[in-house]
């Protein structure tokens, strides 16, 4: 029972912590590795833009407010970053720079802290008597192309799956490790397109609370992107830990 209901949190939680993106037309086929051979150096990384202090502010308020509640949650800190992720993929270890320049031109040209986006409403995405929520905004066009764009970039640099260790850390439980690998390896196009998800996880409490907050009346709040960043991905499908960040203020 113990472990039914980790495996339904975690991919609760996962389903949840990702977001939006572009499915790249007329791709070529991802490179994989072959099981009979020494798999290459892969990274999971997770592209992302950071909210600005609006959000922040808004998101480490429903934070404080779900762990008073629930203190097993999790709290907003730097193995938890409120963030919207953008793509989450394998890519060669060796090409992180490139990832990173590729990923940097995308965000300069795009004038990304100009992109206002309307917070409208709490949602959670269901586990075993408990959810993980977050503050969900409407997706818009420039955010959308945004995505696209960045899947493009990195495509040179992805491969198709990659092993647990390209993750921080792995689970005690292997079937998590295998849950989250196809989680990444599918992200595009399963979490793309119609799928898009654009939102900030900001807790953890029991579904029972979480529907009498989704109930109360929500009050929309605009915000936009700070910054932009490149976080390798760790257990749960946490970006956990930073490996390249911009502050994009123009």
């Known amino acids: 029972m113990k472990c039914t209901s980790r495996i339904k949190l975690f991919t609760a939680r996962l389903v949840f912590m990702l977001s939006f993106a572009a499915v790249l037309a007329h791709a070529e086929p991802l490179p994989t590795f072959s099981e009979k051979q020494d798999p290459p150096s892969i990274t999971a990384i997770d592209i992302l833009l950071e909210p600005d202090t609006t959000m922040l502010h808004h998101a480490s308020a ?12 999790f ?4 193995m938890h970053r ?23 031109e ?16 709490y949602y959670y995405s269901p586990g075993n008597g408990v959810g993980v929520a977050g ?14 764009e960045v899947i ?13 260790s390209a993750f921080t850390a792995s689970h005690e439980d292997p079937s998590l490790d295998a849950i989250l690998i196809e989680y990444v390896s599918t992200f595009v196009p399963k979490q793309s397109g119609k799928n898009f998800n654009p939102h900030v996880s900001t807790g953890v409490a029991t579904r029972e609370y979480l529907d009498k907050m989704l109930a109360e009346p929500f009050e929309p709040f605009t ?5 932009g960043a490149v976080y390798q991905l760790g257990p749960f499908g946490s970006a956990a830990k930073k490996l390249e960040a911009w502050d994009l203020k123009h």
């Open 62 to 73: 429903n934070n404080a407010r779900l762990l008073k509640v629930f203190p097993k949650g």
């Open 223 to 227: 915000f936009s992107p700070a910054g």
């Open 152 to 164: 493009a970039a990195v495509a040179p640099f992805t491969v198709a799956t990659g092993p647990i």
């Open 106 to 121: 995308v965000l300069a040209k795009a004038n990304v802290t100009a992109i206002k986006l309307e917070a409208y409403k």
């Open 82 to 104: 409120p963030h919207i992720t953008l793509v989450q993929r394998f890519v060669r270890t060796a090409d992180l720079d490139r990832v990173y320049a590729a990923v940097y």
């Open 75 to 78: 709290a907003l800190d730097e």
């Open 135 to 148: 503050i969900v905004a409407r997706p818009t066009p420039m955010l959308i192309t945004l995505q696209h």
